[in-house]
């Protein structure tokens, strides 16, 4: 990061009282991996006092969604706002916060609820309309502003310890 990168940082962490004591900078690229559980503050940030949530933690770093069909539909669509514009403006009754939010979304998803649909040993136990109910949590414009969709095929375990399988 920049110095001015590593400023804006540890800022947002200072605010929301997560500096570490012996770190008077953070010199690297946070790297935010909430769980689907997460409430809509939690990741966009609020309270009386406002403080950052986990997408402004990730600025300037990676925010990782793992299962991201399992996370509710409030809280995927508030991601919108920040991946357009960069920001989280929070509105309060005599006041309004704005947080930076400047991050990479990295997110990752099973082909199906059971996880096995295309697996090339093991068996798919969902129906059509469950793996069409489990992709319809995730909206257009939240998919229209995911710029890169990768599909990840199993490596064998075997493959991997051996470093067999190629990148």
């Not at 939010?101 to 082909?111: D, G, I, K, Y």
Request: charged residues 20%; proline residues 10%.
């Amino acid at each position: 990061m920049t110095l001015d990168e590593e400023l804006e940082v540890t800022k947002i962490y200072s605010i929301a009282g997560m500096l570490p004591p012996d770190t008077p900078i953070i010199r690297h690229r946070p790297f935010r991996a909430p769980h689907h559980t997460i409430s809509h503050a939690g990741l966009v940030g609020g309270g009386n006092w406002p403080r950052p949530g986990e997408i402004s933690l990730a600025h300037h770093g990676v925010l990782f969604l793992d299962e991201l069909p399992e996370f509710s539909y409030r809280v995927l669509e508030v991601l919108r706002q920040p991946l357009e514009e960069g920001r989280i403006l929070l509105v309060r009754t005599a006041r309004s916060h704005v947080f930076p939010a400047r991050f990479q979304l990295v997110a990752a998803m099973n082909p199906c609820p059971c996880g096995y649909r295309g697996h090339p040993t093991r068996s798919c136990g969902c129906t059509q309309l469950q793996v069409q109910r489990y992709t319809a949590r995730l909206s257009g414009p939240l998919l229209d502003r995911i710029d890169l969709h990768v599909d990840v095929p199993p490596v064998d375990i075997d493959e991997l310890e051996e470093g067999g399988g190629e990148l």
